[in-house]
């Protein structure tokens, strides 16, 4: 196991490339089972999720080869096998391979998938949405056992505004007899994306990106190449950082509409944006105001970058309050945070931060993925040497994190950690 060091206070300066969209590549990759030909992914990161789901792709008898960014699934002989546990407990997404295996063998088992622990985050919408079209959905010792004679199309409205729920759906009406509406669908970009590849796959989908997604049956999906979207996700985190310690960064590889809640309120804060078609410039401002977010479902401000956005209010004048209404337990790296000297106060559904302090290097632990980034954030601006552990959640969703700061002046690196750290983290 090994350990993010930081050594903070270098003005970062150069340019940075995002890597393909972690949120849509776990779908991506379910839904070439749907085909019965080779489907080439194109872009995608180098991260410990993709890793998993070509291992359980490979598992159920896909083949699988990748070329640098590039994955080629031959779906061809995969087969309807049994994944209740193992590789499907390490991540959250696993769950479209419910909807991909229904959609394409009418029946599927597979464990309830794990991933970040960030609350409650039910499959409900997901199993009404299996039900209205004619599967049969038990819960059997830990696995959902989907079973269908025949899948027919359906109205379904969801109750809770889900991407998960709606891609899923997606991937199992795609093949279903007849037409399926789904309302209140969710509208993020990488419902886009996977509705794309669908489409190029033979899938007649319309609607994708708004609360209203129409799907007509089809037979057969063939394979096609897909390039898949940059991860917006991974982007705001840069744009976060260069906001926060950034002379001049040039971020490419980026598309700036996907981020216009965060860029309206760095703009609020007073940091300098450009945009331009695929690249975003930002000019760092030592004097920042304080600003009040709550995260929405897309186009609102993104639950994922709540927690490097977090880490950047300790150096703005005022005081923000930070409102996650999309997952209320995601506020673990706070205590971490304070560890650093943040002065940051938990109220119900919210955080208050008040600024600016100057942030103390310090040994803390990354719970999840972003809390792993928000400590990132704060590592960069801080004095001294930040020691983050848990590099493991943050391995899941940025790829080449270090080398990529590294290259803007980051003093960064990684080192092995101690037989007595790791029992330690262990126990905590």
Same mark, same amino acid.
């Given at each position: 196991?090994?350990?993010?060091?930081? $050594?903070?206070?270098?003005?970062?300066?150069?340019?940075?490339?995002?890597?393909?969209?972690?949120?849509?590549?776990?779908?991506?990759?379910?839904?070439?089972?749907?085909?019965? +030909?080779?489907?080439?992914?194109?872009?995608?990161?180098?991260?410990?999720?993709?890793?998993?789901?070509?291992?359980?792709?490979?598992?159920?008898?896909?083949?699988?080869?990748?070329?640098?960014?590039?994955?080629?699934?031959?779906?061809?002989? %995969?087969?309807?096998?049994?994944?209740?546990?193992? @590789? #499907? $407990?390490?991540? @959250?997404?696993? /769950? /479209?391979? %419910?909807?991909?295996?229904?959609?394409?063998? $009418?029946?599927?088992?597979?464990?309830?998938?794990?991933?970040?622990?960030?609350?409650?985050?039910?499959?409900?919408?997901?199993?009404?949405?299996?039900?209205?079209?004619?599967?049969?959905?038990?819960?059997?010792?830990?696995?959902?056992?989907?079973?269908?004679?025949?899948? $027919?199309?359906?109205?379904?409205?969801? &109750?809770?505004?889900?991407?998960?729920?709606?891609?899923?759906?997606? =991937?199992?009406? #795609?093949?279903?007899?007849?037409?399926? !509406?789904?309302?209140?669908?969710?509208?993020?970009?990488? !419902?886009? &994306?996977?509705?794309?590849?669908?489409?190029?796959?033979?899938?007649?989908?319309?609607?994708?990106?708004?609360? #209203?997604?129409?799907?007509?049956?089809?037979?057969?999906?063939?394979?096609?190449?897909?390039?898949?979207?940059?991860? @917006?996700?991974?982007?705001?985190?840069?744009?976060?950082?260069?906001?926060?310690?950034?002379?001049?960064?040039? !971020?490419?590889?980026?598309?700036?509409?996907?981020?216009?809640?965060?860029?309206?309120?760095?703009?609020?804060?007073?940091?300098?944006?450009?945009?331009?078609?695929?690249?975003?410039?930002?000019?760092?401002?030592?004097?920042?105001?304080?600003?009040?977010?709550?995260?929405?479902?897309?186009?609102?401000?993104?639950?994922?970058?709540?927690?490097?956005?977090?880490?950047?209010?300790?150096?703005?004048?005022? +005081?923000?309050?930070?409102?996650?209404?999309? /997952?209320?337990?995601?506020?673990?790296?706070?205590?971490?945070?304070? @560890?650093?000297?943040?002065?940051?106060?938990?109220?119900?559904?919210?955080?208050?931060?008040?600024?600016?302090?100057?942030?103390?290097?310090?040994? #803390?632990?990354?719970?999840?993925?972003?809390?792993?980034?928000?400590?990132?954030?704060?590592?960069?601006?801080? &004095?001294?040497?930040?020691?983050?552990?848990?590099?493991?959640?943050?391995?899941?969703? /940025?790829?080449? =994190?270090?080398?990529?700061?590294?290259?803007?002046?980051?003093?960064?690196?990684?080192?092995? %950690?101690?037989?007595?750290?790791?029992?330690?983290?262990?126990?905590?």
């Amino acid at each position: 196991m090994e350990k993010l060091l930081i $050594k903070g206070g270098n003005p970062l300066k150069g340019e940075v490339r995002i890597s393909g969209a972690k949120n849509s590549a776990v779908a991506l990759l379910p839904a070439a089972i749907l085909a019965d +030909t080779p489907v080439t992914i194109e872009g995608l990161p180098n991260i410990s999720d993709i890793q998993i789901l070509a291992e359980l792709l490979e598992e159920i008898g896909g083949k699988v080869q990748r070329f640098g960014q590039d994955i080629t699934i031959d779906p061809s002989s %995969m087969i309807s096998m049994p994944l209740p546990n193992g @590789r #499907v $407990k390490k991540l @959250r997404a696993s /769950y /479209y391979f %419910m909807g991909a295996m229904l959609g394409r063998f $009418k029946k599927a088992v597979i464990g309830l998938p794990g991933g970040c622990n960030l609350g409650p985050r039910p499959i409900d919408q997901h199993i009404k949405g299996f039900e209205a079209l004619g599967a049969k959905v038990t819960n059997e010792q830990g696995a959902v056992y989907l079973r269908a004679d025949r899948l $027919k199309g359906s109205r379904i409205y969801l &109750d809770v505004v889900s991407v998960g729920a709606t891609i899923n759906i997606m =991937l199992a009406a #795609v093949k279903a007899e007849g037409r399926t !509406i789904i309302e209140n669908a969710a509208k993020e970009p990488e !419902i886009i &994306d996977v509705a794309t590849l669908l489409t190029s796959m033979g899938a007649k989908i319309k609607g994708a990106g708004t609360d #209203v997604i129409r799907i007509d049956g089809v037979e057969q999906l063939n394979g096609c190449r897909h390039t898949i979207i940059p991860d @917006r996700i991974e982007a705001g985190t840069y744009t976060i950082i260069a906001a926060a310690q950034g002379e001049e960064v040039l !971020i490419d590889n980026v598309i700036p509409l996907h981020l216009e809640s965060l860029i309206a309120k760095l703009r609020e804060m007073g940091v300098i944006i450009e945009e331009e078609d695929e690249q975003l410039l930002i000019r760092g401002n030592r004097k920042l105001k304080s600003v009040d977010i709550k995260t929405l479902v897309y186009p609102g401000f993104p639950t994922d970058l709540q927690q490097p956005f977090t880490a950047l209010l300790t150096q703005a004048e005022g +005081t923000g309050i930070v409102t996650d209404t999309i /997952y209320q337990s995601r506020f673990k790296h706070i205590d971490e945070l304070r @560890r650093m000297n943040a002065s940051i106060k938990l109220e119900g559904a919210s955080a208050v931060v008040s600024g600016p302090v100057k942030l103390e290097g310090a040994k #803390v632990k990354a719970s999840d993925l972003r809390a792993g980034a928000s400590l990132v954030v704060a590592g960069i601006m801080a &004095d001294g040497v930040t020691e983050i552990i848990g590099l493991d959640h943050i391995d899941r969703g /940025y790829e080449q =994190l270090t080398d990529k700061l590294a290259n803007l002046g980051a003093n960064i690196w990684r080192e092995k %950690m101690s037989s007595e750290e790791i029992e330690q983290f262990q126990n905590s």
